[in-house]
Every structure is written in C-alpha cells, then in structure tokens.
C-alpha cells in the first residue's frame, strides 16, 4: 500500500510540476488532495462541510461553504469534522501565475499571508457562481485548447478578485498560546529547507530576519515567541539546523568544502569553516578525516 501511495504521489507532483497547476472536483479526486508537495504550490478550496483548520498562529472552525487560500511557504492543517465534503480545488505553482502580467494580485491580496484573511465564509449565492469558475477550469484543463493556460489564469484572477470584494470571516480564534502556534511555523520553515540536495541550490532563509520577513513577523515577535515556547533563541536553532546538515553533507556527500559552504548559504568557505569550528570545535576538514 506504501509502495502504490508512493508511486501515486510521484506521478501526480510530476504532472502538477510539469503543468504548473491542476484543478479538480474533491468529491472525485479525494486522493489528489492528500498525494501532492503542498510546499511547492498555492492552493484555493472551496468546500462545503465541517472541518477544523489551522494557518499559522490561527485557528478556525469551519462549518457550510468557505473559501481558502493556502501559502507553500506557511504551514497549515485541516481536520474535517463531517461526513460529508465537497467543493473544488485549485492547485498551482508561483511560476503559473507569473506568466501572468497580472500575477501581481498574488503577492498583494491579504489571502495567502500570515497574518491576512486565508478563509472566507461563502452564501449560497456566492458559492453558485464560485462552483461555475471551478467547473470552467476543469473544462478547460481537459480540452485540447491551444491557450486554455491563460484562460485558467484569468480564472484564478478572477476568484481572487471576487474573494477581495467579500468581506472577511470574523470566526478566527487566536490559538490559546500563539506563541507555540508561531514556533511551529517557523520550525516548519526551518525544515523545509533540508536537506540540501544541490550546491546549486543554497539555503534561501540564513537568518532569523530572514524567517521573520518570511512569515510576515516582527523580528522582535519571532524571537519572543521561540524564546518563549524552547528556551532558546531563533538564532540558535537555525545554527543548530545549519551545523547539522553541515555534518551530514561531510559524512555523506563527496562536495567539496567549499560548494558545501555555497550550499549553506557561507559567502566564503573561509566564513563557513571559522563558524563550524567555533560551533563544533574542529573544522570541516578535520571532521571529514576523522569519518574516513
């Protein structure tokens, strides 16, 4: 059963990677909603039914229709309370929607950052016209036409815009302890990013700055929170992550010192092995000898 989920999930990322999005009703499609990289897409849901979800520092108790944005870049999870569910999905990639001169409107709209609206509560009427979007893009992405791309970018817009003129949902509930709720956020952050597969492809989030930016936080707020929830600062887990995977690409890997300090987001290799010696007390190099 692993082994077919396994192959389920590869065969959907490559087609959903290949294509930029996919779009499905969930009655039809459950296993879609479950075997995707939800890290490399956006995501708009429009469900009817009774579920719990959770979005970064938020909690929200969802029962009738709503509409959701989901972010690659901060974490959520969704309970479903009820028996029954329905709606439709749209997943799709960054670089989807910037082949878009409107594509804009994605980092604009208050949807798919932390601290914005990612859940509206939808009437009947509102859902009606939303389901005819839906059901338009999985016309267009199951026909043969030439430019049915920009056609499903105009709808993904056009959702956008009508979820800006709704007004948002007034049923979030601050998480009793909003400071655990953002540490998990950022431990989240923090994962995703190893391990490191290329030198080609270094860290992108190096310092606590970075992660606070990155989750639309104050700095000061991100390192309280952490420091609240571990004891610890931000800064000392990153540095503990970092070091980690540093090892295990020493052990592990045959790059040389050098592209591993690339990879790890060090200017200078020089830069990298004074940071790892003072973290570990030995150096790069001397670690590598001592594993052969």
């Known amino acids: 059963m692993k082994n077919s989920q396994a192959r389920?999930?590869?065969?959907?990322?490559?087609e959903l990677r290949l294509k930029?999005?996919?779009?499905?009703?969930?009655e039809e499609d459950g296993q879609a909603t479950r075997f995707y990289s939800r890290k490399d897409f956006y995501k708009i849901c429009l469900t009817t039914g009774k579920s719990l979800i959770h979005y970064a520092d938020r909690s929200f108790e969802?029962?009738?229709?709503?509409?959701?944005?989901?972010?690659p870049h901060i974490p959520y999870s969704w309970e479903t309370l009820s028996t029954t569910y329905a709606g439709y999905t749209c997943l799709f990639s960054e670089e989807f929607l910037n082949l878009s001169e409107r594509s804009d409107i994605l980092q604009q709209s208050p949807f798919f950052k932390i601290g914005g609206t990612p859940i509206l509560t939808i009437t009947d009427q509102q859902r009606i016209f939303?389901?005819?979007?839906?059901?338009?893009m999985i016309e267009e992405q199951q026909s043969s036409y030439a430019y049915k791309d920009d056609l499903i970018r105009n709808y993904i817009n056009l959702?956008?815009?009508?979820?800006?003129?709704?007004?948002?949902?007034?049923n979030f509930d601050q998480h009793k302890n909003a400071a655990s709720r953002i540490t998990a956020v950022f431990f989240e952050l923090l994962e995703r990013q190893f391990p490191i597969e290329s030198p080609d492809k270094p860290l992108q989030l190096k310092s606590a700055q970075d992660y606070a930016q990155n989750m639309a936080l104050h700095i000061n707020y991100l390192n309280r929170a952490v420091k609240e929830v571990t004891g610890k600062p931000t800064t000392a887990h990153i540095a503990e992550r970092v070091i980690s995977e540093a090892k295990a690409l020493l052990q592990h890997t045959d790059w040389n010192i050098a592209e591993i300090a690339y990879a790890l987001g060090f200017e200078y290799p020089s830069y990298f092995n004074n940071y790892f010696k003072r973290m570990t007390g030995t150096t790069p190099s001397s670690l590598r000898v001592q594993e052969v």
């Open 8 to 14: 389920l999930l590869s065969a959907f990322n490559s």
């Open 130 to 136: 939303l389901n005819t979007i839906f059901q338009r």
């Open 159 to 170: 959702i956008l815009h009508e979820a800006m003129k709704l007004q948002p949902s007034e």
């Open 62 to 71: 969802a029962e009738g229709t709503v509409l959701f944005f989901g972010n």
């Open 20 to 26: 930029g999005f996919n779009v499905f009703q969930i």
